[in-house]
């Protein structure tokens, strides 16, 4: 039986995900990037989802928060043993007053991408979930379009040792914002497969969950993962590699659509190609070839622009 967003994905162009909003432009997840996204015209924009102190939900990707903010200069000293600086650390109103910065490396301090928006740049800040869902709700109504979020619950198990129940906490956000079944344009992931089914059959949530995967060995878990969830989120190498010049696919679309699961792979980037040729090869590879659904990019322009002139 098809769920809402297959029904609704079979009838039209292939699923466009800014990954951490339109961030080989600008800093990730700024509202700045988020609302680039926008005028790009995705279908989704993404937001990694991690806890404050205060329990805030603040859209960060990691854990950690010395690779894209100046935390290490303003708290000094408020970091862990290991080093690092944690987000769930700090309450919002000390988030609030860190600048967000182009990705680097906090030892080297290298930017990551270097051809990217350049690192320390600009008054780029923090956001919450609920500023996030506001500023797309808010260019919905002005753009009269309907773009989806699609949020990504961080790291379950260290909230868990940390006290704190972030999906909980996320799907009771989500639900203050309109966001309850599979037909209020939000894809919820997560990594941790144990969490995403907890989501499902504990917490009762009747949202469309996407689960993340990274490991080969996963593809033999593909109908438990039906069991509870929509779609899955496979790295794109778990799909399509490229060896001597020649493409190799592994079963993982043709499995995942026989369990009636919608493929999105990540992440695709025209600054880090995996061996194919230009973005336009690994593009026309995965989109058409492999046939998946649709995939997360840090350029959705470009993937809109391919899906424009080859639909
Ligand atoms: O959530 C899809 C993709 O973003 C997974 O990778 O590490 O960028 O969150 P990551
Ligand atoms: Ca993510």
Redesign the pocket.
Known sequence: MCTTYSEKNSKKRKTVIA?RGASGYLPEHTIEAKIMAHGINVDFI?Q?LVLSKDDVPIVI?DIYLDDVTDVATKFKGRNREDGRYYVIDFTLRELKKLKVSERFNPKTKKQVYPNRFPKNTGNFRLSTLEEEIEIIKALNKTMDKNIGIYP?IKAPKFHKNEGKDISKIILKTLEKHGYNSKNDNCIL?CFDSEELERIRKELNSNLFLVQ?MESEGEVKKLSHFASYANGI?PWYKQIVRKKNGKYVFSELVKKAHELNLVVHP??LRADNLGGFNSFEELLGVLLFDANVDGA?TDFPDKMVKFLDANN
């Open positions: 990954h993404e990694d990707h990504e992931q993340l989120g990540y992440t997360f």
